[in-house]
């Protein structure tokens, strides 16, 4: 297509070595997300149609070999790289290229489809302000599926050691809103939405073995003392009187991207991550900031300094029922090591949800997001008594041990229903209200002038059919779903 410089050249090489150093079998996404934003950042220098080509073909191949990957920033990415070349920029194989990545991103997201020109003249009258409808409604901006033949420990117990049913699959669901409520993030995380990263939320979906459970894990803060355990005295006596932790807004600091990529380079062996994918995992966020009756909730980074370096931040979040903690990365040197700044961050997390217990009894949990029985690197989180579960997949209620019987299957999908059924009349997903080209009118009504296929329709119903069952009853009478047009993310 072009004959472009060695420096480019050199480029394209690198990402193409990275491309191939990628395993389909590897969930982690850090190495795909510093490819993405190197191919971002090329195409904005080159603004070349023929390094746009290269760009887009080592997306799409990302997105075959490693489908896992789709719901991070991989696909925001690609539509950035849609927009960032008009068409009278390309020719005529690249414009080809363009709409096969263009095909790319409509199958990633399952609320975007095709409409017709004209499609407004059918629903006149119908016309409104997406922002206007955000204060009193739960609006979904992106819902998002992904499926897995095998759990969170597949990779390191190795895939053939896995006991999940052949007949059944692990599913992860995931949803995207620009504008939750603190009541509407609550009752998220009450229905087993159990991990946040960045601004998506996560939840098991229909089916799963019993070794691939994630159970949500909080601490009822109000009964949890460090002296129920001599590890935790021994902790506390290691940390040196210089160390300092303040709280703060969730922000991007070069310093802790730095550390970031730092804590992944040595603890996950992956590589230097761009800025965008820092800020999408740890800074950004669907958790209002607001301050009520003396408590601040929203996202905040706590700052473990020793003598003044940062060697340790917090990702956490200040919700109605308590503290949750989202994620937490530090400096891997030997010194640090020593400190096991993994536990104390959890004691210390712990603290700040009992100093605002006595502020708002209300806020009386610690969660520490997801466990299982069957995954060494998560056993510490049953430590801090006394302790909750709560599983989905298993149960509706939260429960002090796990219990479910191991020879049966396990569908979260079950048990939204009847869980549905005994609060609600039976779900009618027709009527649920998508907003989509500026319009809000029922799903029932976008059924008829999309262009789906049979498969899609059935496929994209069935998806929303899930996420109602897994929202509740409460969310779905406030759901509208914000259906995305292909034009809209070109």
């Not at 706590?302 to 029922?321: K, T």
């Not at 302790?387 to 796990?402: A, F, G, I, N, Y």
Request: with cysteine; proline share 3%.
């Amino acid at each position: 297509l072009l004959q472009p410089s060695d420096g480019i050249m050199l480029r394209i090489f690198d990402m193409l070595n990275s491309c191939a150093g990628i395993s389909a079998d590897n969930r982690h996404t850090m190495c795909t997300d510093a490819l993405l934003g190197c191919c971002v950042d090329l195409l904005n220098t080159t603004k070349s149609g023929g390094v746009f080509c290269i760009c887009c073909c080592l997306l799409a191949t990302l997105a075959e070999s490693q489908p896992e990957a789709r719901y991070v920033s991989g696909c925001e990415i690609l539509s950035r790289l849609l927009s960032a070349t008009q068409d009278s920029e390309l020719n005529e194989t690249c414009k080809q290229v363009r709409r096969w990545s263009s095909n790319l991103v409509d199958k990633v997201f399952l609320n975007c489809v095709r409409l017709p020109p004209d499609v407004t003249s059918s629903f006149p009258g119908h016309r409104t302000e997406l922002s206007s409808l955000r204060e009193e409604h739960f609006v979904v901006d992106r819902m998002m599926g992904l499926v897995r033949q095998g759990c969170m420990d597949c990779e390191t117990r190795g895939k053939e050691s896995c006991t999940l049913l052949e007949s059944l699959s692990a599913e992860e669901v995931c949803l995207y809103s620009e504008s939750l409520s603190l009541c509407q993030y609550q009752q998220l995380v009450n229905r087993g939405w159990y991990r946040r990263g960045g601004d998506r939320m996560y939840r098991w979906g229909q089916k799963l073995a019993m070794e691939c459970v994630n159970w949500e894990t909080r601490v009822r803060v109000s009964e949890f003392s460090v002296k129920q355990r001599k590890s935790f005295s021994r902790i506390l006596k290691k940390i040196p009187k210089d160390l300092t932790v303040h709280t703060l807004p969730a922000r991007f600091t070069e310093e802790g991207y730095n550390l970031y990529n730092e804590y992944h380079l040595h603890k996950h062996s992956k590589s230097r991550v761009s800025k965008e994918s820092y800020v999408t995992h740890v800074v950004e966020t669907c958790v209002p900031a607001v301050s009520i009756d003396g408590v601040d909730y929203g996202t905040f980074h706590q700052e473990y300094r020793v003598a003044g370096e940062l060697v340790g931040i917090g990702v956490i979040d200040v919700i109605p029922e308590g503290v949750v903690s989202i994620y937490f990365y530090y400096k891997m040197t030997r010194d640090v090591l020593k400190l096991s700044l993994g536990k104390f961050s959890s004691l210390r997390e712990i603290a700040l949800a009992q100093e605002l217990n006595s502020v708002c009894k209300q806020i009386k949990y610690y969660y520490l997001q997801g466990w299982s029985e069957f995954n060494k690197k998560l056993s510490y989180k049953t430590d801090y008594k006394p302790v909750e579960l709560l599983s989905r997949c298993v149960s509706s209620d939260w429960t002090e041990q796990p219990q479910y019987d191991k020879d049966s299957q396990l569908s979260s999908l079950q048990i939204d229903k009847s869980d549905w059924l005994k609060s609600s009349s039976p779900l009618c997903v027709s009527s649920t209200k998508v907003y989509v080209d500026g319009m809000l009118i029922t799903f029932q009504q976008l059924l008829s002038v999309a262009k789906l296929t049979p498969q899609e329709s059935s496929y994209i119903t069935s998806s929303l059919e899930q996420m109602c069952y897994a929202i509740g009853p409460d969310l779905t009478e406030k759901l509208i779903l914000h259906f995305h047009t292909s034009q809209s993310l070109k």
